[in-house]
């Protein structure tokens, strides 16, 4: 039987991540676990969020990939604090992972912290890292069909991102499809069409990404 050791695996990362939520919570930190198929554009949103906030807010990233530091210098030729985590073969990030990766920032000098999964839409939907909300990137190259083929990814997660609708008119592909599809498995999703190579959208994403920001640190 393999379902058990699933669930304990499941049950031990839910203890860590709440550990992690609750050290967040006291700090103040707004965390926020990023994830989408690779390529979709984490790692392009990270840096027009960047540009957008970092005269504002105190941002962090952690950066998860399964092998090499190409995104995590693209994010630290920015200035602000990142730390990278290479997962050796793993297809997702999980608690404890950010738990070790943490002695590496100084957590009284971020607001926001920021950790881009490894691409995937299917486990890291599974795996709490403390994070205050899950955000998730589906570019429109992917196709209007993947709401309906990785429902758990939309169901857990509180933003959806539409990347590279610039794209759209060359592709068939029903950015509307996307929404309404995204909406019925999770109704309180929020939804923003975006282009990381344009900007167009970005300024929606960032507002959101402050009010949520302002109410943790209100509440
Ligand atoms: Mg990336
Ligand atoms: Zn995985």
């Known amino acids: 039987m393999k379902i058990p050791v699933v669930k304990n695996i499941l049950e031990a990362n839910e ?4 550990e992690l939520k609750e050290m967040f919570d006291q700090k103040g930190i707004l965390v926020i676990n990023l994830m989408s198929s690779p390529g979709a554009g984490k790692t392009s949103l990270l840096e027009k969020t960047i540009e957008a906030l970092k005269d504002k ?11 090499t530091t190409i995104d995590a210098e693209r994010i630290g030729k920015y200035g602000i ?6 997962t050796h073969g793993a297809c997702h990030i999980d608690g404890n992972m950010v738990k070790d ?3 590496s920032l ?9 950790v881009e999964n490894v691409g995937n839409l299917v486990c890291p939907a599974e795996f709490k890292v403390g994070e205050d909300y899950k955000v998730v990137i589906l570019s429109v190259p992917e196709g209007d069909d993947k709401p309906a083929k990785y429902p758990l990814m ?3 997660s509180k933003v959806l991102l539409i990347n ?7 592709l068939e592909c029903d950015v509307e ?15 923003f069409p975006i282009s990381c190579k344009t900007g167009e959208g970005i300024s929606a994403w960032t507002e959101w990404l402050l009010k949520a920001w302002e109410k943790k640190k209100s509440s």
Do not use: H, M
Request: hydrophobic share 45%; aromatic share 4%.
């Open 81 to 86: 604090p990142t730390v990278q985590i290479n």
């Open 15 to 18: 203890r860590i991540s709440l």
């Open 177 to 191: 499809k996307i929404k309404r599809e995204a909406l019925k498995i999770n109704p309180t999703l929020e939804v």
């Open 164 to 170: 590279k609708i610039d794209l759209a008119p060359y």
């Open 101 to 103: 990766a943490l002695p």
């Open 57 to 67: 807010i105190r941002l962090a990233v952690i950066e998860g990939d399964i092998q």
């Open 154 to 156: 939309f169901q857990e």
């Open 106 to 114: 100084n957590l009284d000098e971020i607001d926001i912290l920021i």
